[in-house]
């Protein structure tokens, strides 16, 4: 059966870090793409990142992210990462991944039509 968890959300200070794990189970890796997304009260969900299964692991960032988040998969363990650093408080949201409706060959998109399977999320709360 198909299912992803996140972990490692939690109350970090402006300018700290945390590390976001997705455990995927019933596929592997280089079968879907993979996105990570978020949605803060009262807004929209957004894309925050994502890893192609295929096109070499190729990677893809929210503007607003770039230099400053990092996805990265480890397929021994069927897991992707989110290294977010230089946190800001517009980034507390809730945290989701998600792997692709379907297997694709090209890079990985941030649109969140293309995602058919979510994690529960992970809470990331950047206050002082």
């Known amino acids: 059966q198909l299912q992803l968890v996140e972990s490692g959300g939690g109350l970090v200070q402006p300018g700290g870090s945390l590390r976001l794990s997705c455990a995927a189970s019933?596929?592997?890796?280089?079968?879907?793409?993979i996105g990570w997304f978020r949605q803060a009260p009262g807004k929209d969900r957004e894309g925050v990142s994502c890893i192609s299964s295929r096109s070499s692991g190729a990677t893809n960032y929210e503007d607003s992210v770039k230099g400053r988040f990092a996805i990265s998969r480890d397929i021994a363990k069927n897991t992707v990462y989110l290294q977010i650093n230089s946190l800001k408080p517009e980034d507390t949201a809730i945290y989701y991944c998600?792997?692709?409706?379907?297997?694709?060959?090209?890079?990985?998109?941030?649109?969140?039509?293309?995602?058919?399977?979510w994690g529960p999320g992970t809470q990331v709360t950047v206050s002082s």
């Open positions: 998600a792997a692709a409706r379907h297997v694709s060959y090209n890079r990985c998109t941030l649109d969140a039509r293309d995602y058919g399977f």
């Open positions: 019933g596929f592997t890796l280089d079968y879907l793409n």
